[in-house]
């Protein structure tokens, strides 16, 4: 009797998936609004967000908990499901600084580090803006700015070495 018992037991505390294939920021909010209602949940590949790359989780309670959760989670909201931003190879687009896919479209004026220089971003450009790190890159492969960009910094460049060269002659003399 005891067996039958602990058995029943067993299977009531076995995680069953709940949600699947939600990404970090939903299966968090799924995970404490189910665990501020008292019941305990657990999140697979949990940690792996933190390597830079993105991946998808799925949220898990114990099957005892599964319709009181199932429940509740119909009453949540949550935020819509953003548009998929696809590259020409149908791949996700994704930041090149942090790995994120919280990219969108971005039309208007990029900040850069360097001053007066102004770049504009247009509809057909190809910009995007990370939501994770807030950092602008242009979809396809990096191309040198430009012509003035070059002769600036070939002014700045040469100037510095004039200068360097006038220091030293200067000191010679002193």
Avoid at 24 to 40: R, T
Avoid at 44 to 65: E, P, Q
């Amino acid at each position: 009797m005891t067996s039958i018992m602990s058995d029943a037991q067993a299977d009531l505390d076995k995680l069953v998936i709940i949600r699947s294939g939600l990404d970090g920021h939903q299966a968090n909010m799924f995970k404490l609004n189910l665990e501020g209602q008292g019941i305990p949940t657990f999140l697979a590949n949990d940690n792996v967000g933190s390597l830079n790359f993105v991946s998808h989780t799925d949220l898990f309670v114990k099957a005892k908990d599964w319709r009181a959760a199932e429940q509740f989670l119909s009453k949540v909201d949550v935020l819509p499901q953003r548009r998929r931003m696809l590259d020409p190879d149908g791949e996700e687009h994704a930041c090149r600084h942090c790995g994120s896919n919280r990219v969108h479209s971005f039309v208007g004026e990029v900040p850069t580090l360097v001053p007066f220089v102004r770049l504009e971003a247009s509809a057909d450009g190809g910009w995007f803006h990370c939501l994770e790190c807030d950092s602008y890159f242009r979809e396809g492969r990096r191309q040198f700015a430009g012509l003035p960009i070059a002769l600036a910094w070939s002014l700045f460049m040469g100037g510095a070495a004039l200068g360097v060269v006038l220091l030293i002659n200067w000191l010679k003399y002193l």
